[in-house]
């Protein structure tokens, strides 16, 4: 299975602030990665795929970029309601594996 | 717009199966892959396996023994069997659409962009 790991957990920012989450796979994916938000009590949402698509519908703030081994999700001015948990998935392979998670919390 | 609907027991005791079926509407379920996704109260996501509308499937080998997904094209629903469960089964379990799509690379990629609710399912005697 391929390994994916986030940094970093939690990450704490202010509003207006640029935030960075990085995700590393054990081995090479391409650009085989998605990201996805999830808020409390809710099921996850698509922001990003393939890399650095953005899913329709995801606000521009949004952007992501790498490929190979290491990745990154940044939210270019955050705002109140992307405080939530972000995870990185690659979809290089079989079994489809998740990061453990980048709770962004209010600073 | 597509939309996905997780139904079944929310209680079920240790050693027995569990079964849950996803509707989904606004939609044809043909020509996708259709993914069984769950998280254990407090933790990440793990992906369980999918079935394509024309019946193959991928498992996670973590969960290969004990799991299969089928589909209802007649019904427009796919469904989840996993057998022996035990307190470590016990999670929210969600539904979602695996979207296909051709890259200007002409590689295909994956990547989960509908979702159920999710639906929690306890396992406890």
């Known amino acids: 299975d391929i390994q994916m790991t986030q940094s970093p957990s939690p990450l704490s920012a202010s509003v207006g602030d640029r935030v960075t989450v990085t995700c590393r796979a054990s081995?090479?994916?391409?650009?085989?990665l998605n990201w996805y938000q999830q808020k409390p009590g809710t099921a996850p949402k698509l922001l990003i795929y393939?890399?650095?698509s953005l899913h329709s519908g995801v606000p521009s703030r949004f952007s992501g970029s790498g490929s190979g081994t290491d990745f990154t999700l940044t939210i270019s001015s955050l705002q109140p309601e992307d405080f939530a948990t972000y995870y990185c998935q690659q979809s290089y392979s079989i079994p489809r594996t998740f990061g453990q998670g980048t709770k962004v919390e209010i600073k | 717009q597509v939309q996905l609907q997780e139904s079944g027991p929310g209680l079920v005791k240790p050693s027995e199966t569990l079964s849950l079926t996803c509707i989904v509407s606004?939609?044809?379920?043909?020509?996708?892959?259709w993914s069984w996704i769950r998280q254990p109260p407090g933790k990440g996501l793990e992906w369980i396996g999918y079935?394509?509308?024309?019946?193959?499937?991928n498992y996670n080998p973590s969960l290969k023994s004990r799991v299969t997904i089928s589909v209802d094209t007649s019904k427009n629903q796919f469904s989840l069997k996993l057998s022996s469960v035990t307190a470590a089964d016990t999670a929210v379990y969600y539904c979602a659409r695996e979207f296909e799509v051709r890259g200007l690379d002409n590689d295909y990629y994956h990547y989960m962009d509908v979702w159920g609710k999710g639906t929690t399912v306890t396992v406890s005697s």
């Open positions: 606004g939609g044809s379920i043909s020509s996708y892959y």
């Open positions: 393939a890399a650095y």
């Open positions: 079935i394509y509308y024309s019946g193959n499937t």
């Open positions: 081995q090479s994916i391409g650009t085989y």
